[in-house]
């Protein structure tokens, strides 16, 4: 594929890990608070500060507290294990910070109202010193990312952007691998792992971070066995690796959002909400994108209104939305297709939730999920989203 749009579409994986709904859902929450958060937030007096969980259905309200005149706050709480919890500044979705609290964690936090998501101080807990300074790191690394524009507009290689991109991201990877050496069994690990995605593709990936994030699942699974957490570490070092291992065996699939291959989509057949069966194979001729969502998921919701406004853009144009739900009730299906104004007619679900097998054969454990197929089926891109996916319409149509 084309480094320059790699480069411009790269995922940043924590994103993933703290807005995509997954199937770890926190079930049995007492009320008797088991942590505690304190601290100071400076300039957002009288603002609202959520603890959020996302769940398989949807986002849990775990606690609320309001910054004080003096910009205290003091929030308390329970939580059912360590898990990965949002800590939501104000009524938007740009001041979150991704939380690995355990039970028993007394956190405290400074941090001012502009830079909340990128540059708070965490004490008190083993993760928050960690995960303090790879916020931070992480905002200077996408701050600097902003000059391979620059590069590319006075005419920098492939190789050379290529070359400065991992440059860049070095700094990032080395204090993640130090952390995760360092403390295996830290809950902030789980997060700094982010950093040793092959964003940069196969070729420039140290075969190593497998070995070191096994280490890190072996340690999650000695002190946390059965929590959600344990699961998906271990899901994300068996991914890295089979991918590694088809990249180096050339059987690989480009799995990155601009990414194409010759691989079909699996055939999808399905009913839809007046029990119609349909399959995906009969919407041959256009391009497709199979959005994988559901009624109860925040992220997907929060999406509907940009797939909305690309469908209508560009529906007369071969191009059309076959809608996958991974909902278990029927009626909100079918109530959330209506409000969202999901007006396209092609819309299944086997309501078989977390169970659908296809889980499998699409490959993916959380949503929104999207797989974007050409006029013959053949997939070319994947988990495309907002701009991203616009722009890879408009390369097409």
């Known amino acids: 594929m084309n480094l320059k749009n790699k480069l411009k579409f790269l995922p940043f994986v924590l994103l993933l890990i703290s807005s995509a709904c997954s199937d770890d859902s926190e079930e049995g929450i007492s009320k008797e608070d088991n942590f505690s958060i304190t601290g100071k937030i400076t300039g957002a007096q009288n603002e609202n500060v959520y603890i959020e969980a996302m ?162 699942s072996e340690a999650y699974g000695k002190r946390f066995a059965g929590s959600p957490m344990t699961e998906a570490m271990a899901n994300q070092v068996f991914q890295f690796e089979k991918a590694y291992n088809e990249h180096v065996n050339g059987t690989d699939v480009d799995n990155s959002p601009t990414s194409s291959s010759s691989e079909m989509g699996p055939e999808i057949i399905s009913k839809t909400p007046e029990g119609k069966t349909i399959r995906l194979s009969d919407l041959r001729g256009k391009y497709v994108l199979i959005d994988f969502w559901a009624s109860w998921c925040g992220p997907c919701r929060r999406e509907n209104p940009n797939v909305v406004k690309l ?74 989203r907002g701009a991203s996916l616009e722009q890879k319409l408009k390369e097409l149509l």
């Open 55 to 216: 769940s398989a259905d949807g986002v849990i309200d775990v606690a609320k507290g309001v910054v004080s005149e003096d910009g205290t706050i003091d929030i308390k709480g329970n939580i059912p294990g360590m898990g990965i919890y949002n800590m939501r500044l104000g009524e938007g979705e740009n001041k979150i910070i991704p939380l690995t609290m355990m039970p028993n964690d007394n956190l405290k936090i400074t941090a001012e109202y502009n830079t909340f998501a990128s540059n708070p101080t965490l004490t008190g807990t083993e993760w928050a010193k960690p995960l303090s300074d790879f916020l931070a790191m992480s905002m200077d690394f996408s701050m600097k990312q902003r000059q391979l524009e620059v590069y590319k507009q006075n005419g920098s290689t492939d190789e050379e952007l290529m070359a400065e991109y991992v440059k860049m991201l070095s700094p990032l990877q080395d204090f993640a691998k130090s952390q995760m050496k360092k403390s295996p069994g830290n809950p902030v690990n789980i997060i700094l792992s982010s950093a040793l995605a092959p964003s940069s593709g196969w070729d420039n990936w140290d075969p190593k971070n497998i070995d070191l994030m096994k280490t890190v």
């Open 311 to 384: 469908y209508n853009q560009y529906k007369n144009k071969d191009f059309t939305i076959f809608s996958v739900s991974l909902d278990k009730d029927a009626a909100a299906w079918k109530q959330a297709i209506l409000v969202d104004g999901l007006i396209w007619p092609y819309h299944v679900s086997d309501l078989k939730q977390w169970d659908t097998p296809l889980l499998q054969s699409y490959n993916f454990n959380s949503i929104p999920h999207t797989v974007l197929v050409d006029k013959t089926g053949k997939i070319i891109a994947r988990n495309l």
